[in-house]
């Protein structure tokens, strides 16, 4: 065994025991929190260091195996020095990210397997210490975790924004994934042409014959400059020569340091893949700037507008340089000002969602016509899109012209070749203009404007929300001010300092609890202080937080009464009771806060969900005194209108359903941009887990819910392009009889969306969505809303779901034995029978219900 001291030293754990009962009775005698935590830290200093050289040389000895690549007796060594008793966690920490790193040099499933176990453990020890969630990203970029990777980097350079290596793993982890969000690896700029394809296109381009062309470019061989730059085409693409990125790289940077636009964009290139010289993003980024900003000449392929492009991309993605869609906005516009459409489909993508630019329906569909006309597949899905929901038209349907354009330009995109858009256009084909109106009016009714408030938000988004305050929007102060505190959060968890860390997130959920996000390398430092600090305001809002929609919260309640006084533990409470089905306490609860808080905008609106739940005509009184006290920019003011929209639909009043429905879709000109952007499951990856953090999947439930053994509820669902999947929701409030609460929860027809879903592909390659905070789950029951057979004017939603096949019925082909299971004919009845026997005698007890 390894020994690092002589004499007996308290472990960690035994320290934090000890200072428990040490803290309490302090407390006992008067001192505050803020002295006692001061104190802790002045004693963990005690007895430091004295172990460091021991502890120096085992790790030198262990690294030197490495160096010779015997990672086994490296994992030998520090098996052997975690056998110690002395140890720090610290130093624990440190060892198990070292054992990490040899795991993972060895190239099987099973090493990286434990390499993620070792950086798990160090992260556990150590939370505040960056290296843990460098070392876990390292293991999951190995295991094809991107998104997870990425989140790990995030939270890593948030601890160190120094590490160049953090910044470079990032980088590149963003680059793979950014190139299938945005389609990237289509651009013909990832794709250079052979050469008899660059000899053709030139000879068509100048009317020459190919013997004339390579005529010319013999000419032109020897002359500096442009010969450097030919030369490198000939070793990048092997034209006449055996390809070599290394001589290629010679030649452009011969004919880059003397000016040439073609051979900085080029040697920019290859800096960016990595080929022929060491990958630098920000050498790449020197060249492309260098190019994009000089004088495109008017031969294609100039080398300036592909610049400008790429330059757009890696601001996008923030690859080599700090994400920023402003930036990103700028470099797309210089390029499709240079004729380069490619940029214009991505251009299009930010003016659609409103991010580095004002959000913009109209040019957004601009963009997306000079990108589809330009050739680009994606700019012909993206416009088809716009046109089928009647983007930028202020109406509630498309028109068959507008319609049948976007059908047009599906079977073009299908026609070269894109499977997305085959397969939409085939499912397009089958639809009814109802189907499509349908898909505006659930898309929107069911939208709360629900803003994931973080430090990375800020870092895009400072800019435009610093103008709406200096221009006197409420909102915009308020997410300025959420900022601040956020970065405080940071700064606390960097140090160590615990109390701080909860006094500043608490201020920030005090502000607006809904939009706060507690990163999860919070999680065991907030559980920990409330342990010892139960009585402590601010740790008790932050741990009601993290579990806020889960019936441990209700327990909170009853533990701390002092909550009465506190107007956003009471929000907490209201949304709690709401969530667990308790609605008449709810609504005590709620009666009395308004009468302390009269003009609270978040009590009045929590209050009217309430009564909007019950259909109590009440609520549209609420949501009025709601509308009157908020500032028009209310991240709620979109949803209230809707859900009153919602009420009056119910009761045939189309009158005010259409007039507050229009007064919903004008609040959303006004909402600040930092919104959730819808997704499907056709844009999910069927490969790998992933984390679709900042998304949200809408769809309508198909069958009967299932809950197996362990509580979990499994639900199929259909989503709005017709695609299905499925759903796996744990920690939903059950009550006294589980399976009966299931069901009451999760019935066909439900429309349900879920926020930032994790998803995963079965063996038979569907896709499982997996749901852990049941806050990440909105319900609502639009088959109810949309019974109304007048209401068919506007979209025909009352059909029943076949609970076999999933197919909008109208049928009334019903199971003879529990009258709950529908068909939408007799051959899927019969084809159901064996699947559904033993669900048919829960539904039978479940009639009553």
């Known amino acids: 065994?390894?020994?690092?001291?002589?004499?007996?030293?308290?472990?960690?754990?035994?320290?934090?025991?000890?200072?428990?009962?040490?803290?309490?009775?302090?407390?006992?005698?008067?001192?505050?929190?803020?002295?006692?935590?001061?104190?802790?830290?002045?004693?963990?200093?005690?007895?430091?260091?004295?172990?460091?050289?021991?502890?120096?040389?085992v790790l030198t000895n262990a690294e030197r195996f490495i160096k010779e690549k015997k990672y086994d007796k490296a994992i030998d060594i520090y098996n052997e020095a975690l056998k110690s008793t002395s140890l720090s966690l610290k130093d624990q920490a440190l060892i198990f990210t070292k054992r990490s790193v040899s795991h993972l040099m060895i190239e099987n499933i099973d090493s990286w397997n434990k390499a993620k176990k070792d950086a798990d453990l160090a992260i556990h020890l150590w939370p505040s210490w960056w290296n843990g969630y460098y070392r876990l990203a390292c293991v999951l970029i190995k295991l094809d975790d991107l998104e997870a990777a990425e989140r790990m980097l995030e939270y890593s350079l948030a601890l160190n924004p120094e590490s160049e290596e953090a910044q470079n793993k990032l980088a590149i982890t963003r680059k793979t994934i950014g190139e299938f969000i945005l389609e990237e690896h289509l651009d013909p700029i990832y794709h250079p042409m052979t050469s008899k394809e660059i000899i053709a296109e030139n000879c068509a381009k100048y009317g020459l014959s190919e013997k004339d062309f390579l005529h010319l470019v013999k000419l032109n061989y020897d002359v500096p400059v442009v010969g450097d730059v030919i030369k490198g085409h000939q070793y990048r693409d092997g034209i006449g020569v055996k390809r070599d990125y290394k001589k290629s790289a010679i030649f452009y940077s011969k004919a880059a340091e003397n000016g040439n636009p073609e051979a900085m964009f080029n040697l920019g290139r290859l800096y960016y893949f990595g080929h022929g010289v060491l990958q630098n993003f920000k050498t790449a980024v020197f060249w492309l700037e260098k190019s994009a900003c000089l004088k495109p000449e008017k031969m294609k392929d100039s080398g300036v507008p592909e610049s400008q492009h790429m330059l757009g991309y890696m601001y996008y993605e923030g690859i080599g340089v700090e994400q920023d869609y402003h930036e990103a906005a700028k470099w797309f516009e210089k390029a499709v000002a240079n004729g380069y459409t490619v940029s214009s489909n991505n251009l299009g993508v930010l003016y659609y969602n409103g991010k580095g630019v004002n959000k913009d329906l109209q040019k957004a569909i601009h963009f997306f016509n000079v990108s589809a006309k330009g050739g680009s597949t994606q700019g012909m899905r993206n416009l088809a899109n716009c046109l089928f929901r009647a983007k930028g038209k202020f109406t509630?349907?498309?028109?068959?012209?507008?319609?049948?354009?976007?059908?047009?330009?599906?079977?073009?995109?299908?026609?070269?070749?894109?499977?997305?858009?085959?397969?939409?256009?085939?499912?397009?084909?089958?639809?009814?203009?109802?189907?499509?109106?349908?898909?505006?009016?659930?898309?929107?009714?069911?939208?709360?404007?629900?803003?994931?408030?973080?430090?990375?938000?800020?870092?895009?988004?400072?800019?435009?929300?610093?103008?709406?305050?200096?221009?006197?929007?409420?909102?915009?102060?308020?997410h300025l001010e959420i900022w601040t505190y956020l970065a405080e959060t940071w700064k606390a968890f960097k140090e160590e300092d615990n109390f701080l860390l909860v006094s500043s997130l608490s201020k920030p959920i005090h502000l607006d609890h809904e939009i706060i996000e507690i990163p999860e390398l919070f999680y065991s430092v907030i559980k920990d202080r409330y342990k010892t600090h139960p009585d402590e305001l601010e740790t008790v809002v932050c741990?009601?937080?993290?579990?806020?929609?889960?019936?441990?919260?209700?327990?909170?309640?009853?533990?701390?009464?002092?909550?009465?006084?506190?107007?956003?533990?009471?929000?907490?409470?209201?949304?709690?009771?709401?969530?667990?089905?308790?609605?008449?306490?709810?609504?005590k609860v709620a009666k009395k806060a308004l009468k302390k808080w009269p003009n609270s905008p978040k009590i009045l609106y929590s209050y009217a969900v309430v009564h909007c739940i019950q259909d109590n005509p009440y609520c549209i009184k609420t949501f009025d005194k709601f509308l009157a006290v908020a500032p028009n920019d209310h991240r709620n003011i979109p949803s209230c209108y809707y859900r009153k929209a919602q009420f009056y639909i119910h009761k045939n009043d189309y009158k005010n359903f259409i007039e507050t429905f229009e007064e919903g879709l004008s609040a959303e000109e006004n909402q600040l941009p930092l919104a959730l952007n819808n997704i499907t499951l056709k844009d999910m990856n069927t490969r790998k887990s992933m984390l679709y953090e900042g998304f949200v999947i809408e769809g309508r439930i198909i069958d009967w819910s299932y809950l197996t053994k362990s509580n979990v509820i499994v639900i199929l669902f259909k989503d709005g392009n017709g695609d299905i999947g499925g759903l796996e929701i744990r920690n939903w409030l059950l009550k006294n009889n589980p399976f009966i609460d299931a069901l009451k929860s999760f019935r066909p027809g439900y429309w349900i969306s879920v926020i930032n879903p994790f998803v995963t592909s079965t063996k038979e390659s569907k896709l499982m969505i997996h749901v852990e905070k049941i806050s990440d789950v909105k319900l609502g029951d639009l088959t109810t809303c949309f019974l109304s057979v007048n209401f068919r004017l506007f979209i025909d939603i009352g059909e029943k779901v076949c609970s076999y096949c999933g197919k909008e019925t109208k049928s009334e082909v019903l199971c003879s034995k529990c009258s709950m299971a529908c068909y939408c004919s007799s051959k899927c009845l019969n084809s159901d029978l064996i699947d559904h026997e033993e669900i048919c005698k829960i539904l039978k007890n479940y009639q009553r219900y």
């Open 1 to 57: 065994m390894v020994r690092f001291a002589e004499e007996y030293k308290l472990s960690d754990v035994e320290f934090e025991a000890l200072w428990k009962e040490l803290a309490n009775a302090l407390i006992g005698l008067g001192e505050t929190s803020t002295d006692i935590d001061e104190l802790k830290k002045e004693a963990m200093k005690l007895g430091q260091g004295e172990a460091d050289n021991d502890l120096h040389d």
């Open 543 to 587: 741990y009601a937080k993290i579990f806020s929609g889960n019936k441990s919260v209700l327990d909170i309640f009853e533990k701390y009464p002092k909550y009465k006084q506190d107007e956003c533990l009471n929000e907490m409470f209201i949304a709690s009771l709401t969530l667990s089905g308790k609605i008449q306490d709810a609504l």
């Open 396 to 478: 509630l349907s498309p028109t068959d012209a507008d319609v049948s354009k976007a059908m047009i330009w599906l079977k073009i995109a299908a026609n070269k070749g894109d499977l997305i858009a085959a397969r939409e256009y085939n499912r397009r084909k089958e639809s009814l203009k109802s189907d499509f109106i349908r898909e505006i009016i659930v898309e929107l009714l069911l939208k709360e404007t629900i803003e994931k408030n973080n430090r990375y938000f800020a870092e895009q988004f400072r800019g435009k929300v610093t103008v709406a305050a200096e221009n006197g929007s409420l909102t915009a102060k308020q």
